[in-house]
């Protein structure tokens, strides 16, 4: 019987306003809380979420109690999670009425969706514990499978996850590392002996995900009829298919005047059409299918750009310096004791800073500029520094104070 695995993350991220060097050690608010509209932090979750989350919500909702069969998962990052309970309450209450329903699982991450697993092992874990313990705080449930920032992913990182106690991890399912092989199937590391590696079903998860709207695609208007037809086909070779996207595919990447909200209204219906098919969520997966081969990821690999590398966010020597600066900071960060420090210095951490630093051309450097709130990377590269500056400022005179 193939599975359907439906997995959808949501994030925001805390953006750096315009931070001038004349700003450094005159302020401790580096995001923007009171800025110019078009880049207040505000301004743009309850945009989103009016435009995106929140009728989403209402969808899947209405999904779970039309089909009693219909499943699925959730990653929230920890700093949208906390800017839906300073700002859009309704979120968090939506969020745990379909928890009670039994039939969503969340996901843990990093608390501020991080690169520390490259950077810093001990920040890693701490961030991985604070968002669990965000999770059963907001929603009374224990995350037992694991999601990394971007999905990214490498062998190393199956067995970390693994000696905390994971079930399953998420990975890009990438040509060069499937070796021809279908990502319709369960994986394990090469290092690993009990966790299992859940790969995305790139294709079919992206025919939702960036195609959906596109006029000149080959195979657009894309109906819930053809997409199931499309899943059903994999019956016979396949057992499990993964469909991993951005929560924000639905109202914000793709309008609601394309059809896309009524186009997942009907999919369940139409996929459970065919008595064969499924949904799981991420932990049911993989305790329900054996493992059918090894996924050897010497290299980190990511859902991001056409190159499914780090390149998005350590591609230039800028994201590479702003990154080696925050991280050499978490000595003095841990020793200070100061807990706003130690919350700027982990929002200064999330991926999106360095993510707005990228300085790729074509399609993906048209990505990376539709997501950034500056003008330019190397815009964005001064702000941060700047907000970096202050806070090692802060920092420094912090731990004099205390001396």
């Known amino acids: ?47 989103v979420a009016r435009k995106s989350y929140i009728p989403m919500l209402r969808t899947l909702r209405d999904l779970l109690v039309q089909h009693p069969e219909f499943k699925f998962t959730f990653s929230i990052s920890g700093v949208a999670l906390q800017q839906f309970e300073a700002w859009i309450p309704e979120i968090i209450t939506m969020l745990r009425d379909l928890a009670l329903t039994g039939r969503v699982e969340f996901l843990n991450e990093t608390s501020h969706h991080s690169l520390s697993f490259l950077y810093s092992p001990k920040e890693f874990r701490k961030q991985v514990e604070a968002h669990r313990n965000h999770i059963e705080r907001l929603f009374g449930v224990t995350p037992t499978s ?25 990975a890009e399912g990438w040509d060069p590392l499937l070796g021809g092989r279908t990502p319709n ?44 037809h499309w899943v059903h086909s994999v019956a016979g070779s396949g057992e499990l298919i993964n469909l991993f996207m951005d929560f924000e595919t639905f109202g914000e990447h793709q309008w609601e005047d394309t059809g896309i909200f009524e186009f997942m209204r009907a999919l369940p219906g139409e996929i459970l059409k065919h008595p064969d098919f499924d949904f799981v969520t991420v932990t049911e997966a993989a305790q329900r299918y054996p493992v059918r081969g090894i996924y050897d990821a010497h290299a980190p690999v990511t859902w991001a750009d ?71 990377p190397y815009e964005a590269f001064v702000a941060y520094n700047n907000a970096l500056a202050d806070l090692r400022t802060r920092l420094h005179a912090h731990l004099r104070n205390k001396d």
Request: hydrophobic share 35%.
């Open 146 to 170: 694991f999601r990394n920032t971007e999905l990214i992913y490498n062998n190393a990182l199956a067995k970390e996850v693994e000696d905390l106690g994971f079930t399953a991890v998420l």
């Open 306 to 376: 056409t190159e499914r590398d780090l390149t998005a966010w350590m591609g230039n020597p800028m994201q590479l310096e702003a990154l080696r600066s925050v991280y050499s900071l978490e000595d003095a960060v841990l020793e200070s004791g100061d807990q706003k420090i130690l919350e700027d210095w982990r929002k200064l951490q999330t991926s999106d800073h360095f993510y707005y630093m990228c300085t790729k051309y074509f399609a993906d450097g048209d990505v990376h500029k539709y997501f950034s709130p500056y003008e330019t």
């Open 185 to 228: 199937q369960a994986y394990r590391a090469p290092n690993a002996s009990r966790i299992v590696t859940l790969v995305k079903n790139y294709r079919l998860s992206d025919d939702i995900a960036f195609r959906f709207g596109n006029r000149d695609w080959a195979s657009w208007p894309l109906t819930a009829e053809k997409f199931a």
């Open 1 to 47: 019987m193939p599975s359907i695995c439906f997995y959808f993350q949501i994030h925001q991220p805390y953006r750096v306003k315009k931070m001038r060097i004349f700003d450094v050690g005159g302020t401790d608010d580096y995001f923007d809380e009171q800025g110019d509209t078009l880049r207040n932090n505000r301004a743009i979750a309850e945009k």
